[in-house]
Nanobody, 122 residues
């Protein structure tokens, strides 16, 4: 069956770095746009970044552009989110998702992982 499994979350100090990974199985990764979303306590889920099917194009929300990098390895069925210069506002549960459109709206994504917690704190 379709599975997305995130890993790499944890506690990181402000200004630090973290790399999230998403392992995909049960479907052909290259057929899907892949996105990362996050949900902070008491807030709605928001899209963070997405990467097109072949990895040629990426999109970031303003608050992470220049600090986060999304990438994918279709041969290894993996998607990554490299996070740099993190700040407390980045604290959230991070989800990877597979969708059919180059878009950041959650409704455009069909498959979701269970999430991984990222906490930015000193």
């Amino acid at each position: 069956q379709v599975q997305l499994v995130e890993s790499g979350g944890g506690l990181v100090q402000p200004g630090g770095s973290l790399r999230l990974s998403c392992a995909a199985s049960g479907f052909t990764l290259e057929h899907y746009v892949m996105g990362w979303f996050r949900q902070a306590p008491g807030k709605e889920r928001e899209g963070v970044a997405y990467v097109t099917r072949n990895g040629a194009m990426t999109y970031y929300i303003d608050s992470v552009r220049g600090r986060f990098t999304i990438s994918r390895d279709n041969a290894q069925n993996m998607v990554y989110l490299q996070m740099k210069t993190v700040n407390p506002e980045d604290t959230a549960v991070y989800y990877c998702a597979a969708g059919s459109h180059n878009a950041m709206q959650a409704v455009k994504y069909s498959y979701w992982g269970q999430g991984t917690q990222v906490t930015v704190s000193s």
